[in-house]
């Protein structure tokens, strides 16, 4: 299924530290690394458990370092950087990884094999590596794994001086906890092979991606002791057991049998396999793109336990379930691959947290503190989504339920809520800063001001008014006021936006204290939805003109830029500490999701023409050949401005994939 291109002989360090893997357990938690076993994140680890799905991470399990002991000579296939050192350096034995269908590495010293696989138990925060041996020759062999344990908050490092563990430890292995105030995560670990403990602490392990990203990149870590077999077959199987509560049939008075043990961890392993397999049975897709982003959507979908529903991860390793992000990614993760039912969760999920018409912009960290609302757009997604639910469903019960909340979201955008989001009198939206999509704030500086009217806000508004008027009609509900309300916005919108001069829109337009108006001429990819969305209000020419000027100023291979390259604050480079970097987010960088809108608006423009879609398919060749580099079998969050649009930031983002996934399918294989 999907495989990876096997692995040259001779590795580039630099290179392999920025491919990266990762598996998911539907709750939050994952697994992480890079193709050679390094962690180069401080975010990496073989068990990153979430204490609260889908939030409060840690790491927990950072690694297994293997060892095979052949005729009494150590051989050591891990791989750790430390100040101005990389040992061991065991991917020198590494002759081929393949991430799909699952992380394997395969190693081979001599005449002796050694095939790795990862996988993780669904919906449970529990890592299983799985181990097979080929010794054909019949050589003196002895494995050793040791196992180096973080057990941290996901966005912390951790030093010797500043820890204190606790450890039982069995036969087949041990209890690692902390003593650390609120920080009460037991690790288990268990294998089918004997545990000795011997326990370490190692120093100065060295993060590279976050040295580049100018964040702490240095912690010790600690080892409770190893594993240890003594191999006498030609094919022997091992595992080990990374969980913070193993399930019960792996915790059973049984487990103590080892034939036993290591049947339930295969079925576990064929449990996963087949759950992959019927992921893409499911979607009945018939080329490899939509296979990949199919597979790629299902890492995003996560249980919540505080709303006991389905929610969704923005993005890999660091974020949580956001609303906006969760709304616009939506169609493309759940209804484009029929996923109706967690639609449906994932909608009731943020519905039921909707207060004066703001659904939140985020969930807590933790899981327990109040959701954060500062969002002017995700309402008017949720609005969107709603109407695409029912496009693909024609489930008028759901529509009903969310109807509520539709209300409510256009009766206090209406009326004002909070943050100032509020319906002037030529019916346009206006709001606060810092509540639009590019939200980056610096202490109290705004890096990309867009208090006032933006153009995308009004577009999602008027959308929004249009599916209220659709559903509502379906439903036997009273739609006359949006229907006033929507005449009011188009009849308005292009004497505010237009701007005659760059034959394009205005991307915020804002009214001074002295009364003046100033209009914010940017060359941002936000207009694209004035075009891309169902319900817009520009004639067909200035749609034109407004995807001819997206595409000029703003297209690449990887996605739109978020600002012309024209305009002086453009920052074509993602990099430098965290103050550039968020200088630079919103302010040239590629944002791949937005690749979606172009192409629907693009295509749209074109009437469908044969032409159009081909350019579009082939707009997608090189966001194809990204899903084996960064994180591989996924797409990032964003690219560098300039050319060779370096992948930055998350590299598994929910929106990216979604949105291209649902152009894919919606506009090009329509």
């Given at each position: 299924m999907l495989p990876s291109p096997p692995y040259n002989d001779e590795f580039?360090?630099?290179?392999?530290?920025?491919?990266?893997?990762?598996?998911?357990?539907?709750?939050?938690?994952?697994?992480?690394?890079?193709?050679?076993?390094?962690?180069?994140?401080?975010y990496h680890g073989l068990l990153v458990a979430s204490a609260n799905p889908p939030v409060d991470r840690r790491v927990l399990l950072s690694s297994l370092d293997e060892e095979l002991i052949i005729e009494g000579e150590v051989f050591r296939l891990a791989v750790h950087s430390y100040p101005d050192t990389l040992y061991p350096s065991g991917f020198q034995y590494l002759e081929r990884f393949s991430a799909f269908p699952l992380p394997t590495f395969e190693y081979r010293v001599g005449n002796v094999k050694l095939i790795k696989t990862v996988f993780m138990v669904h919906g449970t925060n529990t890592t299983v590596v799985r181990y097979r041996i080929f010794n054909t020759a019949r050589q003196d062999i002895v494995l050793r794994i040791l196992p180096l344990v973080a057990n941290r908050g996901f966005h912390e490092l951790r030093k010797a001086e500043d820890a204190s563990f606790?450890?039982?430890?069995?036969?087949?292995?041990?209890?690692?906890?902390?003593?650390?105030?609120?920080?009460?995560?037991?690790?288990?670990?268990?294998?089918?092979?004997k545990f000795k403990r011997d326990s370490h602490w190692y120093y100065n392990f060295q993060y590279e991606m976050e040295r580049e990203r100018g964040e702490a990149y240095q912690e010790d870590l600690y080892n409770p002791g190893y594993f240890e077999e003594h191999i006498v077959d030609n094919v022997c199987e091992f595992y080990v057991v990374a969980s913070d509560d193993l399930p019960d049939e792996m915790e059973s008075e049984h487990i103590l049998d080892p034939a036993l043990a290591l049947e339930l961890v295969?079925?576990?392993?064929?449990?996963?396999?087949?759950?992959?397999?019927?992921?893409?049975?499911?979607?009945?897709?018939?080329?490899?793109?939509?296979?990949?982003?199919?597979?790629?959507?299902?890492?995003?979908?996560?249980?919540?336990?505080?709303?006991?529903?389905?929610?969704?991860?923005?993005?890999?390793?660091?974020?949580a379930d956001w609303g906006r992000d969760a709304m616009i990614s939506l169609p493309g993760l759940t209804l484009v691959t029929g996923r109706f039912s967690d639609a449906k969760e994932i909608l009731r999920t943020f519905s039921e947290n909707c207060s004066d018409g703001l659904i939140p912009n985020r969930f807590s960290d933790d899981g327990i503190s109040a959701p954060d609302y500062n969002t002017v757009d995700a309402s008017l997604w949720f609005i969107h989504s709603v109407g695409r639910y029912y496009s693909y469903t024609k489930d008028l019960r759901t529509v009903r339920e969310m109807w509520k909340t539709v209300v409510s979201i256009i009766h206090n955008y209406k009326n004002g809520t909070s943050y100032g989001i509020r319906m002037d009198d030529d019916g346009l939206i206006e709001h606060e800063g810092q509540l639009t999509w590019m939200d980056v704030k610096i202490g109290d500086q705004e890096i990309t001001p867009r208090a006032g009217k933006a153009c995308e806000i009004n577009a999602l508004w008027y959308n929004a008014l249009c599916t209220a008027i659709r559903l509502g009609e379906l439903i036997g509900e009273e739609t006359a006021e949006y229907l006033e309300i929507a005449e009011l916005v188009k009849s308005n919108f292009i004497g505010v936006f237009w701007n005659p001069e760059d034959r394009c829109l205005y991307d915020c337009v804002s009214v001074n204290e002295d009364g003046t108006v100033t209009n914010d001429a940017s060359v941002r990819p936000n207009q694209i939805f004035a075009v891309s969305l169902p319900y817009t209000m520009l004639d067909t020419d200035k749609e034109r003109l407004v995807v001819e000027k997206v595409k000029v100023d703003l297209l690449t291979p990887y996605g739109l830029r978020s600002l012309s390259p024209n305009d002086n604050r453009y920052v074509g480079m993602y990099g430098g500490d965290h103050n550039s970097r968020d200088r630079a987010y919103h302010n040239g960088m590629v944002w791949a999701w937005l690749m979606g809108p172009f192409i629907t608006a693009y295509v749209k423009v074109n009437g469908n023409s044969l032409l159009s879609l081909e350019y579009c398919r082939q707009l997608l060749s090189d966001l194809e050949c990204h899903l084996d580099e960064a994180g591989i079998g996924s797409i990032s969050e964003i690219f560098d401005g300039d050319s060779p649009h370096r992948p930055r930031g998350c590299i598994a983002q929910a929106w990216s994939v979604a949105e291209i996934l649902r152009a894919y399918i919606e506009d090009i294989n329509s």
């Open positions: 580039d360090h630099e290179a392999a530290i920025s491919r990266e893997w990762l598996i998911t357990n539907g709750t939050g938690g994952y697994a992480s690394s890079t193709v050679i076993g390094e962690n180069s994140r401080k606790t450890e039982v430890s069995i036969d087949t292995g041990a209890d690692v906890g902390s003593n650390l105030v609120d920080d009460d995560v037991l690790l288990q670990l268990r294998s089918n092979m295969n079925f576990e392993y064929e449990k996963e396999l087949s759950r992959q397999k019927d992921l893409l049975d499911k979607y009945s897709f018939n080329d490899d793109l939509a296979k990949k982003l199919s597979v790629a959507a299902d890492s995003f979908i996560v249980q919540r336990r505080s709303t006991d529903s389905h929610s969704i991860i923005a993005g890999y390793h660091w974020f």
